[in-house]
């Protein structure tokens, strides 16, 4: 049985993104150890920013967060500048003063990436899952590292990354595509269906036909994004080029 999207889109000024996004996972956020998933990348940037800038000013505190990553790219260690292990330290955990005991992050140098990924599985649980998932968006679709193909209903696991994806991402490698890693450890489709819920926030036309297909478009693993169509709590914030091909009767401005 098929049910209507419940997902919430608000399309905003590329400027506003950051703002309204925190907006969002804060008012989602429990009063207390709350717990957040992170995506890494250019496309949340914005979005840690602001809530570092308000952990700043003293308007909020998160100390008391743990933090999830999204995933990890296999064979990059917590101290390389290119692992997302080094940038939710960075760009997330310091900011907002969230202790290295309160970050769980893929473990990339494993000898045995696909226990790894179980072992990661088994944490999420541990700490009772996941309150907000952040989320970004693929221009293949993906979300996560689960590519096309990737069951619906996937837990952590060890993927093989399409040329797609790493070119992409060639730009965090100085554009050399032979330095971008072919394999990561991934959050599954299953694993972040089970957030209570799911903030994805995507900028710029190169991710607008994704995104159609991801809101719009069948429940199908071609498009891994579109499982988010079966989640009760998904609020999507795209700025006005990611949001060009939706069909503008649906879209809602704030």
């Known amino acids: 049985m098929t049910t209507k999207s419940a997902i919430r889109l608000l399309v905003v000024e590329e400027?506003?993104?950051?703002?309204v996004a925190a907006d969002v996972v804060l008012s989602a956020l429990p009063s207390r150890q709350p717990r957040i998933g992170v995506?890494?990348?250019?496309?949340?940037?914005?979005?840690?920013?602001?809530?570092?800038?308000?952990?700043?000013?003293?308007?909020?505190d998160l100390r008391e967060s743990t933090l999830v990553a999204l995933d990890e790219y296999v064979g990059l260690g917590q101290w390389n500048p290119r692992s997302f292990a080094a940038y939710v330290r960075d760009v997330?955990?310091?900011?907002?003063?969230?202790?290295?005991?309160?970050?769980?992050?893929?473990?990339g140098l494993a000898s045995d990436p696909d226990r790894a990924a179980d072992a990661f599985e088994e944490a999420i649980a541990t700490i009772g899952g996941i309150d907000v998932q952040i989320a970004g968006l693929g221009t293949n679709g993906h979300i996560g590292?689960?590519?096309?193909?990737?069951?619906?209903?996937?837990?952590?696991?060890?993927?093989?990354?399409t040329e797609q994806t790493r070119r992409d991402n060639a730009r965090f490698f100085g554009d050399r595509l032979s330095d971008v890693?072919?394999?990561?450890?991934?959050?599954?489709?299953?694993?972040?269906?089970?957030?209570?819920?799911?903030?994805?926030?995507?900028?710029?036309?190169?991710?607008?036909r994704a995104l159609q297909a991801a809101v719009h478009g069948p429940v199908t693993p071609d498009v891994p994004a579109s499982v988010l169509q079966r989640h009760p709590a998904v609020t999507v914030i795209a700025d006005r080029e990611a949001a060009g091909e939706l069909r503008p009767r649906e879209e809602h401005h704030e």
């Not at 290295?100 to 473990?107: A, I, S, T």
């Not at 590292?145 to 990354?161: H, Q």
């Not at 990561?184 to 036309?205: N, Y």
């Open 39 to 60: 995506a890494t990348g250019a496309t949340p940037l914005t979005l840690y920013w602001e809530l570092g800038r308000r952990v700043a000013s003293g308007a909020i």
């Open 92 to 107: 997330i955990a310091e900011p907002l003063h969230v202790a290295k005991g309160r970050v769980l992050v893929p473990d």
């Open 145 to 161: 590292f689960n590519e096309p193909g990737s069951a619906l209903d996937s837990s952590s696991r060890t993927v093989e990354l």
């Open 181 to 208: 890693p072919t394999q990561a450890i991934t959050q599954g489709l299953g694993t972040i269906s089970r957030a209570r819920s799911i903030v994805l926030v995507v900028k710029g036309v190169a991710k607008a």
């Open 15 to 19: 400027e506003q993104v950051g703002t």
